[in-house]
């Protein structure tokens, strides 16, 4: 299978800590993509790194990308309830003409 | 904002029954997808299709087929729903090139039972 594998599946954090989430992939990528879904409602799209970059911003959100380890990370500052989600990272192989997701990793904040 | 649109949120039907399940999108978007998802499995891609009237096998096609007469509207079909096909189903569509966004429905939860 060529899907990513994020970890940890599961990650319980105090409100106002910082969360980070990796994602691995196998063979080379054109992009990379993180995904947050609610429970019980689709995915929304967060923010898209190309293979070209290694690091992207969006509001609290930091997405780093190192190709030589084929694998990315999702840093979330200053946490929230309202983070509490799943993440998930998709994969756009060079290989492929769809995006692939993986597992998830299921984020809860604490209050 | 992109709205995708999913006909029903929760569905139960019986083993052997023709399910229809219908997704619409807003945006004029030529890429449609259609997913399911289970726990520890992820998202896995049933069916997608580029253009109307095209229609491409994902990872897992066995038991279902697609419908897309038409641009806005792409529907997964279960030909004769089996106990094992209950799972959430998503739809998603995309602009252009395979590599943009993906913007997602709500979801059925289909039960087959």
């Known amino acids: 299978s060529q899907q990513g594998e994020e970890d940890p599946q599961a990650l319980s954090i105090q409100e106002g800590e910082n969360a980070t989430m990796n994602c691995s992939y196998k063979t080379s990528i054109n992009n990379l993509q993180w995904y947050r879904q609610n429970s019980g409602r689709g995915l929304v799209h967060l923010i898209l790194?190309?293979?070209?970059?290694r690091e992207k911003h969006s509001g609290r959100l930091r997405v780093t990308l190192d190709t030589s380890k084929k694998s990315s990370s999702l840093l979330i500052t200053a946490s929230r309830a309202a983070d509490t989600a799943s993440y998930f990272c998709?994969?756009?192989?060079?290989?492929?003409?769809?995006?692939?997701f993986g597992s998830g990793t299921r984020l809860s904040i604490r209050p | 904002d992109v709205k995708v649109t999913q006909s029903s949120r929760y569905l139960v039907k019986r083993t052997g029954e023709k399910v229809f399940l219908e997704c619409v999108q807003d945006?004029?978007?030529?890429?449609m997808f259609w997913y399911r998802q289970d726990p520890g499995l992820g998202l896995r891609l049933i069916y997608f299709s580029y253009d109307v009237k095209m229609k491409e096998k994902g990872d897992i096609p066995e038991g279902y087929s697609v419908s897309r007469e038409k641009k806005e509207r792409f529907s997964l079909i279960l030909e004769s729903a089996s106990t094992n096909q209950t799972s959430m189903y998503l739809c998603?569509?995309?602009?252009?090139?395979?590599?943009?966004?993906?913007?997602f429905g709500d979801g059925t939860r289909l039960s087959i039972l």
């Open positions: 790194i190309r293979s070209n970059e």
């Open positions: 998603a569509s995309s602009y252009g090139h395979s590599n943009q966004p993906q913007h």
């Open positions: 998709a994969t756009l192989y060079s290989s492929a003409s769809k995006i692939i």
């Open positions: 945006m004029d978007h030529e890429n």
